[in-house]
């Protein structure tokens, strides 16, 4: 499963155009996370032409965690490259890995940010990868719609024509962790961080922490990877409650 | 050179909105024939959230002939494929056609159609191809902006890493003819044929005209094919006019 998910949508013509771009080349999950005008939207459904009805239901999130919590691999178009250490796709690279992993039974989103604002860092950092589309440099502004059709007219060209890859694929043993799970235990250690040395001053905490979740999220751990993390985690616990070191 | 022709566009957001979809992939001539509303177009600059200031001033025409008048090479988007024998591109093939013929010195346009109604039999009858356009047969209608989109996001994907084909260019010694070259003939041509007992039937004339038209279109002749065309045409017209048979 592939879905396109929307943070903080502003107006619902952008979110109808971006169903029916969707659509018309073979997407058909559309999640948004806190859209500015609530949901339903009758502006989107005027603009989505049908998609809207024709696709399964939007589901609405109140946060980007909460919206990718069930997916496996997501993808963020951004059209700065962050401070951040990230695998850049291109398009149709970004649309190769999504299939390699659908391939295996994982489940995908491609990420687009509000109008004007984009994705902020905290966003991008729960991303696996950036992706990158080129534009002319001297007017290179993309309507949040044009960013949507752009990935899902990649989608549809790569099925038309499947991108012949040499590429193993890997890790079919061991699948990856879901997002979900990775954050909880990211909950979990953060948490345990918090009144520790670790934290000096209150205002490099959320940096800390982005930085942090970006390692993990980047190494794109397997289930096998987080249960290990999370004993780890435990064991130190543990043995910070009171027991003394062997 | 390579422009996008808006064939009777009916909304000035549509107008607008292609026009950012092309500055921002980098094609910035555009040409509109016959706009339901007149131009220029509030709606249509409002849309184009500055593109059509930024690009060279939009082109109007009359008819699609007089757009094309000036180009050697002119594709038509349709959804369906037509009842004429016409060379049928994907998008990407299209692009790679233009760029062999731009490395030529050669000019080419591609042609969009009306929302709803697309493009008239006689329009794609005036291009040497047709593209294609792969959608999702459930949910295939495209909007205008997003046709256009497609076409200049290949022309930028193909820019960014050209296509690596061994195809050799051809005629280099000898150049296509310039479309309005190529009409002017035909209105000769048609023009001689009239009153004689080939258009038998007058509701018939029109399809001829296009029959024929489509023959010579298909054929994609050179400049120097037309003048020997031209010979051909004067030499039999002054053969009819009174002189005897040798």
């Given at each position: 499963m ?12 952008n ?6 771009a969707m ?13 500015r005008?609530g949901w339903p ?6 603009m989505?032409?049908g998609?809207?009805?024709a696709m ?5 999130f109140?946060t980007?965690q ?7 691999f ?9 401070d951040?250490?990230?695998?850049v ?9 999504v ?5 295996q039974?994982?489940s ?5 940010g ?6 902020v860092?905290?966003?991008v950092?729960l ?7 080129t534009?002319?440099?001297?007017f290179?502004?993309?309507n ?7 990935m ?9 024509a499947?991108v ?15 997002q979900?799970?990775?954050e909880?235990?990211l909950?979990?250690?953060?948490a345990a961080?918090?009144?520790t040395?670790?934290?000096r001053?209150?205002?490099v905490?959320?940096?800390m ?5 970006n390692i993990?999220?980047r190494?794109?751990i ?5 249960r290990t993390?999370?004993g ?9 409650s ?5």
């Open positions: 592939v879905c396109v998910i929307l943070v903080n949508p502003q107006m619902g013509e979110i109808g155009a971006a169903a029916r659509l018309n080349f073979g997407l058909a999950e559309l999640r948004i996370v806190n859209p005008d939207n009758e502006k989107a459904d005027a989505s032409a998609a809207l009805e399964p239901p939007v589901r609405v109140g980007l909460e919206a990718v919590a069930d997916l496996h997501v993808l963020a178009t951004t059209a700065r490259l962050r951040m250490v990230k695998p796709y291109t398009p149709p690279l970004a649309v190769q890995a299939q390699e992993r659908e391939q039974g994982q995908a989103g491609f990420v687009f509000a109008e004007r604002m984009g994705l860092n905290d966003d950092a991303c696996q990868g950036i992706i990158n589309i534009t002319n440099p001297d290179s502004s993309l949040i719609a044009t960013a949507v059709l752009v899902a007219y990649e989608w549809m060209r790569a099925q038309a499947p012949q890859t040499g590429a193993e694929l890997h890790r079919k043993d061991s699948p990856p962790a879901l979900g799970d990775l909880g235990y909950e979990r250690l953060l961080l918090e009144g040395a670790f934290f001053a209150p205002e905490v959320p940096i922490k982005r930085n942090i979740r993990f999220v190494a794109d397997t289930e096998q990877e987080l993390l999370q780890i985690l435990s064991a130190l616990l543990d043995r910070g009171g027991r003394s070191p062997p």
